[in-house]
């Protein structure tokens, strides 16, 4: 869409790795836009898009085994720059400053001693911090020294003229109070922000625009029962009204009372024009003998635009299709520098012939920003706060062939498992708790007889945007109780196992 969304912002630099989002989610928490874009595109962005501030994020890399780098003049635009740990060890390769390679792989904690706290380090005492891996040895021209470790001088450095600050932090120092101060710092004092980036002004600014875009079209959105579909609509839904009709693809691998729940919400709590179709038959029989997750992946995402076309086809002339495309979807599917990993069907699983103009007015979001647009929408608490669900849905969650059978044994099963979660008051403590059915069958006894039945993976983790995950740590009873509860219920599962793997090397899903 065009037209802006913010008054204020700052670009990120991302350097290859992950940690670029979690440094724009600490921006944007402190009222500041931002957007993450690569080495080679940034002079260019900067040029354009004359944002107060850039940041040259971590990685996990070193100037001497990789080649990334970033132009010269890009230190010349007057723009205030914060390089972080590999950024800074960039930054001081590009302007001439010399290096030393260390041999440490985890960062080293080491006390820090400021000689100068009238901007970066204001209102920051001495405090113990995390040392990233290579040194500066000798600073740029027109460099100084603002901050220094025991055994290592250039811990933190500026060139007051330009305005640019090296910082050899460990990213994990974002976390802490001192890397919070810091990074306030430079958004408040160096680049001198107000912090004008809320949801309000973002809701208003956006509606303004879909008014723009739209005129008096037609839009159909795809409702699929997760936040971002939901909240797009809504979104959608306050800007053009009528003009909007929502097409609710059923596809059949939805969780237990989702799709009654959709409709019963889009239809009579915000009047929407809303078309069901049931199309999990064609869904189910699309996916007889695939077992291969992309070739699932790719099926349904075709599928469902498919049919959407179908539908629209019926309403008559939309002109335009909404969809729930979020900021990571974006980056993931290989935007950024980061690699594609999956293809998550809301951006890479296109038909080439796809007959609409795109609305994706959530695409700069994270998904805690979209759960705060919903709240201010009026979306019930349970749907905002519903844990993240794959477009694809439970499909991906059934280990080889999906069938029928397999796909009602599955809601069952995660049904009794969400049903404990929230029952022991844990559902908003974890970001993501789910089910998968395997292929694996194992022998069991029930009553003195032989068993030969499923084996059933929970999956619970934490995250804060899905990007990487840890396992969560359940109490022993509580694993017990689902358990128990799955096995007593359901007599086609005899084994039931616990996930503790983390992302990375994992993912979420287990397809
Ligand atoms: P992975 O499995 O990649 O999942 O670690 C990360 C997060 O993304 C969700 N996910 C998807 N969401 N369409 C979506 O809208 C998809 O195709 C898709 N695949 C995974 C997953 O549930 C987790 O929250």
Known sequence: MKGRLYQE?????????????????????????????????????AKTKKPQGIILSGGVGSVFDDKATIPEELFNLGIPILAICFGYQVMVHVLGGKLVAKDIKQPKKATLTIKDSSD??????????????????????????????????????????????????????????????????FLFKVCKLQGLWDMDQFINEVVKQIKEKVGTDKVICGLSGGVDSAVTALLVHKAIGDQLTCIFVDHGFMRQGEAEDVVTTYRERFNMNLVHVDASKRFVKL?????????????????????????????????????????????????????????????????????????????????????????????????????????????????????????????????????????????????????????????????????????????????????????YRFPYEVLDKISNRIMKELPEINRVVYDISPKPPSTIEWE
């Open 9 to 45: 912002l700052i670009l990120i630099v991302d350097f290859g790795t992950q940690y670029s989002q979690l440094v724009a989610r600490r921006i944007r928490e402190q009222h500041v836009y931002c957007e993450i874009v690569s080495p080679g595109r940034v002079l260019e962005e």
């Open 120 to 185: 970066l380090f204001f209102n920051i005492k001495e405090s113990a911090f995390l040392l990233s891996q290579d040194e500066v040895k000798e600073i740029p021209k027109g460099f100084e020294v603002i901050a220094s470790a025991e055994t290592v001088p250039n811990v933190a450095i500026r060139d007051p003229q330009r305005k640019l600050y090296g910082l050899q932090f460990s990213l994990e120092e974002l976390h802490t109070s001192l890397g919070k101060s810091v990074l306030q710092n």
């Open 287 to 471: 996916l007889e003998g695939i077992t291969e997750p992309e070739q699932k992946r790719k099926i349904i995402g075709n599928e469902f635009i498919r049919v959407f076309e179908e539908e629209a086809k019926k309403i008559g002339d939309a002109k335009f299709l909404a969809q729930g495309t979020v900021y990571p979807d974006v980056i993931e599917s290989g935007s950024g520098s980061s690699s594609v990993i999956k293809s998550h069907h809301n951006v890479g699983g296109l038909p080439e012939d796809l007959q609409f103009e795109l609305i994706e007015p959530l695409r700069d979001l994270f998904k805690v920003e979209v759960r705060k647009v919903g709240e201010k929408l009026g979306m019930p608490a349970e749907m905002v706060w519903r844990h993240p669900f794959p477009g694809p849905g439970l499909a991906i969650r059934i280990i080889g062939e999906v069938t029928k059978p397999k796909l009602d044994l599955l809601r069952k099963a995660d049904a009794i498992y969400i049903d404990e979660i929230k029952k022991h008051g844990l559902y908003n403590d974890i970001w993501q708790a789910f089910c998968v059915l395997t292929n694996t069958r194992t022998v069991g006894v029930l009553d003195d007889e032989r068993t030969y039945a499923y084996v059933l993976g929970l999956r619970a983790v934490n995250s804060s945007d899905g990007m990487t995950a840890n396992w």
